[in-house]
T-cell receptor, first 112, second 115 residues
Framework: NAGVTQTPKFQVLKTGQSMTLQCAQDMNHNSMYWYRQDPGMGLRLIYYSASEGTTDKGEVPNGYNVSRLNKREFSLRLESAAPSQTSVYFC???????????FGDGTRLSIL | GESVGLHLPTLSVQEGDNSIINCAYSNSASDYFIWYKQESGKGPQFIIDIRSNMDKRQGQRVTVLLNKTVKHLSLQIAATQPGDSAVYFCAENVNYGGSQGNLIFGKGTKLSVKP
């Protein structure tokens, strides 16, 4: 059972480079989410997609864009990476909103 | 600032003892709460959830208590095992832009189990 799969697992970028983080779920979930986790912090919501065809901003959307490619896939894009975006990025999905979210194992992103 | 926080950043318990991890929340309109376990290098793993119309919910070796009067949430782990060592996060459901499914996470409590 794959669950939520994130690629890549690790990435190093230079300031100003662009990057797309990929996320796919095989649980037929309607809702998908992107979070970032900084050292000693809980997760903070960047963007979410309540259902296929919709996306909305979360708590910390600046510097990011998302695409809900289809029901399975939800990508996160950094157009011009900044050192402040160094973090671990987690994708999650849930059957519907207000239901338990299931997480991938994260992408560890360093921006120099 | 975050509306969900934890009283204790670290907790050390003896194997076999019960563990209690506490969480305070500030949004009285929150109606759904979840506890997650996160092991090193992994994503958060769902443990148990509770909705605001309940005070208590039990799972396998875990119990979540919700006190809406004082806006307090706790996770009790019975007969703590070494495999329970991890960081535990509580999360509350809040609304963003009219949607209703978005979680605010606390900073986490690290649970260490001594053999």
């Amino acid at each position: 059972n794959a669950g939520v799969t994130q690629t890549p697992k690790f990435q190093v970028l230079k300031t100003g480079q662009s990057m797309t983080l990929q996320c796919a779920q095989d649980m037929n979930h309607n809702s998908m989410y992107w979070y970032r986790q900084d050292p000693g912090m809980g997760l903070r919501l960047i963007y979410y997609s309540a259902s296929e065809g919709t996306t909305d901003k979360g708590e910390v959307p600046n510097g990011y864009n998302v695409s809900r490619l289809n029901k399975r896939e939800f990508s996160l894009r950094l157009e011009s990476a900044a050192p402040s975006q160094t973090s671990v990025y987690f994708c999650a999905s849930s059957v519907e909103e207000n239901q338990p979210q299931h997480f991938g194992d994260g992408t560890r992103l360093s921006i120099l | 600032g975050e509306s969900v926080g934890l009283h204790l950043p670290t907790l050390s318990v003896q194997e076999g003892d019960n563990s209690i991890i506490n969480c305070a929340y500030s949004n009285s309109a929150s109606d759904y709460f979840i506890w997650y376990k996160q092991e090193s290098g992994k994503g958060p793993q769902f443990i148990i959830d509770i909705r605001s119309n309940m005070d208590k919910r039990q799972g396998q070796r875990v119990t979540v208590l919700l006190n809406k009067t004082v806006k307090h949430l706790s996770l009790q782990i019975a007969a703590t095992q070494p495999g329970d060592s991890a960081v535990y996060f509580c999360a509350e459901n809040v609304n963003y832009g009219g949607s209703q499914g978005n979680l605010i996470f606390g900073k986490g409590t690290k649970l260490s189990v001594k053999p």
